[in-house]
């Protein structure tokens, strides 16, 4: 891809660029504001460098049952996003959450849960793959399509290994309820196979094990789906538990060690949470917090070409309308050179910048796709949008939120 590098942008300023690494930041609308609901975006970049981005559309979420998943492609040759395209549309039923990837052997996939009954919990895992990619700009032709079906490895084990002690050290109350709820549910086949979403990126380890991070409205903890055989067939993890810990991001350390940051669903205070697996994903330990701020929103954390860490996330413990990009170049240990793609001071809620979706391109400048809300406008106008911002790694340790 030709790197792109209109402007320095330092402090909320505009100033020529110097040389090939001056800090840039460029971004745009990937189709104008309007009145729909689009959320939820993934973005990747195909072989020959075109930037492929997706995300759900309609009158709603899991209750609106006119939502659909669409997708924008951008060629390497061009500044501007071509035409939106329906990528997966289920007649009837809610489309949400896609996550997109692309393999070991260049071909795309497409993962997103069908909601059946306009619940999250009643959620049905599918995918598409495909290696052929028509012209610039047109829908793919889909190769293989199916179920993503699960029995979760040991679940109500470790439902029962976690959360027994902590249900004999509460006290009778709404928080013993869901407790007993969940552990409840634990043993019912069909809520510890269903409802199951996709939310980041994919993550291929090394093997080339294929990590599909998800999680679960009706548990309200995460799980991995796990392939060995390119796709062909698929086991789970052990769930990963914890006060709401969901939308997993997996980095894998230098040591093989692997490393899940996810959503804050859990009651205040409001940080990322955390796991680990010593195993390749299929075991994890209980999630714990970080220091990192969470408003319950969506994260991403990916291994740079370097070996940096780098994490988009509102960096906020209440609202979403602040987003930064922070790295770290001590796998995770500390988290320092922050940046941010968006900040709105105006009074809370204003602006909502969340569900990022983070790449590093092959040029080694990272992309980042996210839901653009503008809720200050007045009733009926357009407000809704994906936005996408190219930068590079000299922005980011350039620093500074306004």
Known sequence: MRLLIPLLFAGGALLPAQSPEAPFLKSELIFPLEHWHNHGSSIVQLPDGELFATWYHGSGERRADDVIIEAARRPPSQSAWGPRFTLADTPGFPD????????????????????LANEWHTALLKYRITSEYPVPGARPRWELSDNLLLIPRNFERRVH????????????????????????????????????????????LPSGRILVPLYSDGFDFSLVALSDDEGETWSSSEPIIGAGSVQPSIVRRKDGVLVAYMRDNGPPPKRVLVSYSEDDGVTWTV?????????????????????????????????????????????????????????????????????????QAADGTLHV?????????????????????????????????Q
């Not at 969470?294 to 994490?311: C, H, K, R, Y």
């Not at 906020?316 to 988290?335: N, Y």
């Not at 809704?384 to 000299?394: D, E, P, T």
């Open 161 to 204: 290994e976690a959360l027994e002690p902590a249900l004999r050290q509460t006290p009778p109350g709404e928080k013993a309820q869901y407790l007993k709820a969940i552990l409840e549910r634990s043993s019912d086949k069909y809520f510890a196979r269903m409802g199951w979403m996709t939310r980041v990126h994919p993550t291929v």
């Open 287 to 359: 999630a714990a917090d970080t220091d990192i701020l969470n408003p319950g929103s969506g994260l991403e954390a990916i291994v740079l070409q370097d070996g940096t860490w780098a994490m988009v996330n509102n960096d906020t413990e209440s609202g979403r309308h602040s987003l930064a990009v922070t790295l770290s170049d001590d796998e995770g240990k500390t988290w320092r050179s922050k940046a941010c793609l968006e900040r709105d001071t105006r009074a809370k809620g204003a602006g909502s910048f969340h569900y990022p979706s983070m790449i």
């Open 96 to 115: 949400c959450n896609p996550a997109l990837l692309v393999d070991r052997k260049g071909r795309l996939w497409l993962i997103w849960p069908v909601i």
């Open 369 to 401: 796709s996210y839901s653009y809300f503008l809720n200050h406008l007045p009733e009926g106008a357009p407000r809704k949008s994906i936005k996408h911002a190219h930068f590079n790694l000299a922005w980011v340790k350039h620093g500074g939120c």
